[in-house]
T-cell receptor
Framework: AQSVTQLGSHVSVSEGALVLLRCNYS??????LFWYVQYPNQGLQLLLK??????LVKGINGFEAEFKKSETSFHLTKPSAHMSDAAEYFC??????????????FGTGTLLAVQP | DAGITQSPRHKVTETGTPVTLRCHQT?????MYWYRQDPGHGLRLIHY???????DKGEVSDGYSVSRSKTEDFLLTLESATSSQTSVYFC???????????????FGPGTRLTVL
């Protein structure tokens, strides 16, 4: 079965510092991977996705993620944090059960705080 | 904007009462999903639909039922609400990019349900 593990339920960085949010996945097939962001009292918004092709994926708001098959990782980074990046971030993998399904498996989320 | 609305946005009800949440989409998407979000659990799939009158269970379906009598509406019903169903409920649709099985999901704004 597919699964996603997000290391660190809370991450705090200073404004201007590097943001690194960790996501490791387990998948029996080449994975489709996603990062979502959730601002307070809002729904989830897609940041970026990896399906096939280039392993470095660029998303919105200056975020990017790199698919590393050997490490089964899909970490999210941003070179310089901004106060507006404070939110909860979710990693997700497409489910696969005897064939690709139309379901996503979500991690438990990482709450990012940005200190002035 | 995937054109997803949820109603009501907030609801407080009492244990044992029936509750119905509505998800409405305006873009004729085939796949629709209901999730619940709880601290420490991320998003968990309750039920999903792959067409009118076609639905299936997710990982936390006990105590919930769904109906989809037309493409644009997906209803989630709590037959007899319990305090353990206090949560934030999100509806999602599956996008059409990435081929038939690779589409990311787009989320509605959520419904905050409190069962007293």
């Amino acid at each position: 079965a597919q699964s996603v593990t997000q290391l660190g339920s809370h991450v705090s960085v200073s404004e201007g510092a590097l943001v690194l949010l960790r996501c490791n996945y387990s998948s029996s097939v080449p994975p489709y991977l996603f990062w979502y962001v959730q601002y307070p009292n809002q729904g989830l918004q897609l940041l970026l996705k990896y399906t096939t092709g280039a392993t470095l994926v660029k998303g919105i708001n200056g975020f990017e993620a790199e698919f590393k098959k050997s490490e089964t990782s899909f970490h999210l980074t941003k070179p310089s944090a901004h106060m507006s990046d404070a939110a909860e971030y979710f990693c997700a993998v497409r489910d696969y059960y005897g064939g690709a399904t139309n379901k996503l498996i979500f991690g438990t989320g990482t709450l990012l705080a940005v200190q002035p | 904007d995937a054109g997803i609305t949820q109603s009501p946005r907030h609801k407080v009800t009492e244990t044992g009462t029936p509750v119905t949440l509505r998800c409405h989409q305006t873009e004729n998407h085939r796949y629709m999903y209901w999730y619940r979000q709880d601290p420490g659990h991320g998003l968990r799939l309750i039920h999903y639909s792959y067409g009118v009158k076609d639905t299936d269970k997710g990982e936390v379906s006990d105590g919930y039922s769904v109906s989809r009598s037309k493409t644009e509406d997906f209803l989630l019903t709590l037959e007899s609400a319990t305090s353990s169903q206090t949560s934030v409920y999100f509806c999602a649709i599956r996008g059409t990019s990435g081929g038939s099985l690779g589409g990311e999901q787009f989320f509605g704004p959520g419904t905050r349900l409190t069962v007293l």
